[in-house]
T-cell receptor
């Protein structure tokens, strides 16, 4: 059974640009959550999607957005990149996003220069 | 992660037991998780415990939950060099809470 797949693994962008990250959940899982990991702030929740609907959102500016497709794959987009957006972005997959386990992908390492 | 607290570092000798501690502040937490992160990697789910349980054992891992003190611990028996990593405690506060709140992580170093 394939795990959670995040692409790309590494990304370097310039300030002001935008970026799109992709996450393919485990087959049969319908919930996808996104987290940002930085040395200073640790792991912070961005948002969660289930059946193409955003159910919960963390305290991030509107530059951070996401969506989920009918096959449960999810993308997150960051517009007008800032240096502080440099982080490891992790995606978590679970059956329904509530009581069950959440499995994480390897993450996308975004560096903004 | 301000609702979940962990000590930052733990050094243990190979073959000894490691105990990683975590405290959480919300008594309504339903599920509590332990994740492991190795350098350059994502988070690996080690185990989780439901709030109506006191203990859960899975091979070398033992999770203890003290709801009264809001204290969670992870014991790793016979610690090996491959156990060197950052360990995160996380809580899901209620059944329909769609996010996990993480602690800052405990860096475990296994010395020979």
């Amino acid at each position: 059974k394939a795990g959670v797949t995040q692409t790309p693994r590494y990304l370097i962008k310039t300030r002001g640009q935008q970026v799109t990250l992709s996450c393919s959940p485990i087959s049969g899982h319908r919930s996808v959550s996104w987290y940002q990991q930085t040395p200073g702030q640790g792991l912070q929740f961005l948002f969660e999607y289930f059946s193409e609907t955003q159910r919960n959102k963390g305290n991030f500016p509107g530059r951070f957005s996401g969506r989920q497709f009918s096959n449960s794959r999810s993308e997150m987009n960051v517009s007008t990149l800032e240096l502080g957006d440099s982080a490891l972005y992790l995606c978590a997959s679970s059956l329904d996003g509530t009581r069950t386990e959440a499995f994480f992908g390897q993450g996308t390492r975004l560096t903004v220069v | 992660g301000e609702d979940v607290e962990q000590s930052l570092f733990l050094s243990v000798r190979e073959g000894d037991s490691s105990v990683i501690n975590c405290t959480y502040t919300d008594s309504s937490s339903t599920y509590l998780y332990w994740y492991k992160q190795e350098p350059g990697a994502g988070l690996q789910l080690l185990t989780y415990i439901f709030s109506n349980m006191d203990m859960k054992q899975d091979q070398r891992l033992t999770v203890l939950l003290n709801k009264k003190d809001k204290h969670l611990s992870l014991r790793i028996a016979d610690t090996q060099t491959g156990d060197s990593a950052i360990y995160f405690c996380a809580e899901r506060m209620w059944a329909n809470d769609y996010k996990l709140s993480f602690g800052a992580g405990t860096t475990v170093t296994v010395r020979a």
